[in-house]
């Protein structure tokens, strides 16, 4: 069993930055971001594999968004950059064996981090 501990989130200005974390107890071959907002299912933001040299992104997010992974802290993050109102959500990483897009194929979930932009 892998436990994911995020952090970071929060409240933000449209144009601005911030970076979630999320810490694993454990080693899995792919990590992933996912968000969502109330009344709709979770989507897909971006993911990365165990080497770091796979990535792959939402297109809404790609170019503004990066995930990046830090091995000897076990830790991977999701830089935000450039934000937009229309990415207000609580954003949950999750980790898993395979390196998809489908939160169905993640076996592991953090508790999720609100992130809100504002005007």
């Known amino acids: 069993q892998v436990q994911l501990v995020q952090s970071g989130g929060g409240l933000v200005q449209a144009g601005g930055s911030l970076r979630l974390s999320c810490a694993a107890s454990?080693?899995?071959?792919?990590g992933a971001w996912f968000r969502q907002v109330p009344g709709k299912d979770r989507e897909f933001v971006g993911c990365?594999?165990?080497?770091?040299?796979?990535?792959f992104y939402a297109d809404t997010v790609k170019g503004r968004f990066t995930i990046s992974r830090d091995h000897p802290q076990n830790t991977y993050y999701l830089r935000l950059n450039n934000l937009k109102l229309e990415d207000t959500a609580v954003y949950y990483c999750?980790?898993?064996?395979?390196?998809?897009?489908?939160?169905?194929?993640?076996?592991?979930w953090g508790q999720g981090t609100q992130v809100t932009v504002s005007s």
């Open positions: 999750a980790a898993g064996w395979m390196l998809t897009g489908r939160s169905n194929d993640y076996n592991y």
């Open positions: 454990g080693r899995t071959y792919a």
């Open positions: 990365i594999d165990w080497t770091g040299e796979r990535t």
